[in-house]
């Protein structure tokens, strides 16, 4: 079983900065690509920021230039570096890993348990 455990949440001001960490446990083949996503009051699910498996990036548009998500390899470990956050990022995060378990197994999306990002003005 793959387990996927979160770190690094918290309450900030405006303008300030937070890292999250996610790091990878268990049994698996390869992790393939893993990412940031959120959910934030009265919205929808948002993918934040993914990184492959050899370090190609993807952002949401609203958090270029601000967030910076990187990865660890040899720690199954991914992290979501925040800065100059506005209230608009106030949301639970979620780190995501795209995994296959067995050499011959389908990828499978496995999930951290969240974290809550809160950013006053």
């Excluded at 570096?81 to 608009?88: A, D, G, H, I, V």
């Amino acid at each position: 079983q793959v387990q996927l455990v979160e770190s690094g949440g918290g309450l900030v001001q405006a303008g300030g900065s937070l890292r999250l960490s996610c790091a990878a446990s268990g049994r698996f083949f390869v992790i393939n690509d893993m990412g940031w996503y959120r959910l934030g009051p009265g919205k929808q699910r948002e993918l934040v920021a993914v990184i492959g498996s050899g370090g190609s990036t993807n952002y949401l548009n609203s958090v270029k230039g601000r967030f910076t998500i990187s990865r660890d390899n040899a720690k199954n470990t991914v992290y979501l570096q925040m800065n100059s956050l506005k209230p608009e990022d106030t949301a639970v995060y979620y780190c995501n890993a795209k995994v296959r378990v067995g050499f011959l197994s389908h990828e499978s999306d496995y999930w951290g348990q969240g974290t809550q990002i809160t950013v006053s003005s």
